[in-house]
């Protein structure tokens, strides 16, 4: 890049998209060689820092305060944010519109797949799509199903949760991201009835800030608690970082966990990156960095009453107990799922 030619009429901006570890870096490093500069300007929808070079040029190095969702672009996310500020009016862009804004484009479904539909052995039958949760208690024992469509009896034939209707199966083959996780019971409830509830996105809280939202899905974190019921005391939350947010992980359990469901990020200088589960000291104060526009999966509760044994399907605080549901299984004893009754997944050799 050539110098500019100085004007005495105007300042000449040259703008370039910097990488936001770089950005946090560039206003130290630029005093360091003697340029004095604005420091990090917080413009809404990016970090500014503005300094002049030899010849008395305006420079401006800029860094998005985020990155898009999959398949999308700055200039989408952007577009999204302005028409939810126009919406509330606000004077400028916020960090909760862009999150907002991020949040509304990735939950808009690829074309033909829209959600993931439930079934099971209590009766319950609807459908899942991004940002909702599902939460089923298994109790003395549940069956049920997880289809791409809510058509009745469907077997898949081995095109998966996600396909394209009316496709052949030979290139029907579509990617579905969602995470779903297992938690224990407490000994008290291993027998009691199985329980099935859904929640929407809107019950949900969510807490945005300084470039993070969070979704809590269960239990209670930074001044909020999520409606979902569970007998046990545990967390369950999702946070969506933009790159430089900090997240901080207070010891508010004893057992806490990050998984890193996209991105990368630091934690005390040592980089993690997507798909890295990380299991937490008792009592440490955690903070997380991001480096990249990052997903994380945040896990938490009070030890629980004791070990749990785990195979295929089946958990339990008793080894008895899982060779009964065997072999109930084996003789097809559990209960049906309505609408979903055809297809039987044999045990495992």
């Known amino acids: 890049m050539g110098v500019p030619r100085q004007q005495s009429d105007c300042d000449l901006f040259l703008c370039t998209s910097t990488d936001g570890r770089y950005d946090r870096a560039a206003a130290a490093r630029l005093k360091e060689r003697g340029f004095a500069n604005s420091g990090e300007v ?85 459908a899942i799509r991004p940002g909702e949760v599902n939460l089923m208690q298994a109790g003395r024992g549940i069956v049920h199903s997880e289809r791409e469509t809510s058509e009745t009896n469907l077997v898949t034939g081995g095109q998966g949760l996600a396909h394209v209707k009316g496709a052949p199966a030979q290139t029907a083959t579509r990617r579905l991201f969602g995470i779903q996780a297992w938690a224990a019971l407490p000994k008290s409830h291993e027998e009691r009835p199985p329980v099935f509830a859904h929640h929407g996105t809107t019950e949900l809280p969510r807490i945005s ?38 997240l901080p ?18 934690i005390a200088g040592t980089p993690f990156g997507e798909g890295r589960l990380l299991i937490f000291r008792p009592g440490d104060r955690i903070s997380v960095l ?58 495992p050799d």
Request: charged share 25%; net charge negative; hydrophobic share 40%.
């Open 42 to 126: 917080d413009r809404g929808f990016m970090y500014s820092i503005y300094f002049r070079e030899p010849l008395g040029q305006l420079l401006e190095l800029a860094c998005y305060k985020f990155e898009p969702p999959a398949g999308k672009t700055h200039a989408d996310v952007l577009r999204e944010a302005h028409n939810i500020r126009v919406t509330r009016g606000a004077y400028n862009i916020a960090d909760d519109h862009l999150a907002d804004a991020i949040e509304l484009l990735a939950r808009k479904p690829a074309p033909d797949v829209a959600e993931v539909f439930h079934r099971d052995s209590l009766g319950s039958a609807l």
């Open 209 to 246: 800030a300084e470039g993070k939202t969070l979704r809590l899905v269960l239990g209670s974190a930074y001044g909020a608690r999520s409606p979902v019921e569970y007998p046990h005391e545990a967390l369950f939350a999702e946070a969506v970082l933009a790159p430089g947010a900090v």
């Open 249 to 266: 992980l207070d010891p508010d359990h004893d057992e806490r966990a990050i998984y890193v469901a996209s991105g990368e990020i630091d």
């Open 290 to 347: 991001a480096l990249s526009q990052a997903r994380l999966v945040l896990l938490g509760g009070d030890p629980m009453d004791g070990p749990r044994h785990i195979w295929w399907n089946f958990v339990s605080s008793s080894k008895e107990r899982i060779e009964q549901g065997k072999a109930d299984w084996r003789a097809q004893r559990f209960a049906l799922v309505p609408g979903d009754e055809r297809e039987f997944i044999p045990l």
